[in-house]
């Protein structure tokens, strides 16, 4: 599973705080080993817990999302997270 975390540091105090979290797993259902198949899922502010397992459950999602068909061996983990992104806000695309 990758986590994206998001932390606020502050200028001022220095205090650092985290304000957003974002969970990508692996499906298991792609019939490629080139490509894979993920899930997506948001965390509500302040809601980061996570259940482990396949599919792991996010507590308080308010977004959720798929990325399908992704070449995993040929683009680096920042093009998942964009498309991870896109599909969790696909009004922002």
Same mark, same amino acid.
Request: net charge positive; charged share 25%; aromatic share 8%.
């Given at each position: 599973?990758?986590?994206?975390?998001?932390?606020?540091?502050?200028?001022?105090?220095?205090?650092?705080?985290?304000?957003?979290?974002?969970?990508?797993?692996?499906?298991?259902?792609?019939? &490629?080993? @080139?490509?894979?198949?993920?899930? +997506?899922?948001?965390? =509500?502010?302040?809601?980061? *817990?996570?259940?482990?397992?396949?599919?792991?459950?996010?507590?308080?999602?308010?977004?959720?999302?798929?990325?399908?068909?992704?070449?995993?061996? &040929?683009? @680096?983990?920042?093009?998942?997270? +964009?498309?991870?992104? =896109?599909?969790?806000?696909? *009004?922002?695309?």
């Amino acid at each position: 599973m990758i986590r994206v975390t998001i932390e606020l540091e502050s200028a001022i105090t220095g205090e650092v705080t985290k304000i957003g979290q974002m969970h990508i797993w692996n499906r298991g259902d792609s019939p &490629s080993r @080139n490509r894979g198949n993920y899930g +997506v899922a948001v965390c =509500k502010r302040g809601k980061f *817990e996570v259940l482990r397992g396949h599919p792991p459950r996010v507590f308080d999602a308010i977004r959720t999302g798929t990325v399908l068909n992704y070449p995993r061996l &040929s683009y @680096n983990v920042w093009r998942l997270i +964009v498309r991870a992104l =896109k599909s969790a806000f696909p *009004e922002e695309a």
